[in-house]
């Protein structure tokens, strides 16, 4: 009997983290989905750091055809209990003219990898402009 009521507890369990991992994941494309709808002219800058054992953290940044950020947002944690803030710090900077010391915080490797990933995309839509 004791095994019965483990399984169904062990069953339980994995259930209720498929649910919640479900319900992260929609939050994450209604949020990134929403930022689209509200900067439709922009590039959107996407960048994650990953860690066993610290918080992961994931910023949405979105900068304007001239590489002024417009928005970004950052999700830090364990969880699935994160929840997006804004990140208004970094807001109304060039993304070539952002001071070392902004990009000195904990989520600093999210925040380089989504403006990397803006010039590129400036980059790409430049070339195919000369085309």
Not at 28 to 42: D, F, H, P
Not at 80 to 89: D, G, H, P, V
């Amino acid at each position: 009997m004791a095994e019965l009521r483990l399984a169904l507890l062990v069953v339980l369990l994995l259930v209720l983290n498929v649910i919640t991992s479900l319900r992260h994941s929609n939050y994450y494309k209604k949020t990134v989905n929403s930022i689209l709808k509200e900067n439709r002219a922009g590039f959107l800058g996407i960048g994650m750091t990953q860690s066993k054992f610290k918080a992961r953290s994931i910023v949405l940044m979105v900068a304007d055809p001239n590489g002024v950020i417009e928005e970004c947002q950052v999700m830090t944690g364990l969880t699935i209990f994160a929840k997006f803030k804004r990140y208004s710090e970094i807001e109304d900077y060039c993304i070539d003219t952002i001071p070392e010391h902004i990009l000195k915080v904990k989520h600093g490797e999210a925040l380089k990898q989504s403006i990397d990933f803006i010039k590129n995309e400036i980059e790409n839509k430049q070339t195919s402009e000369e085309r």
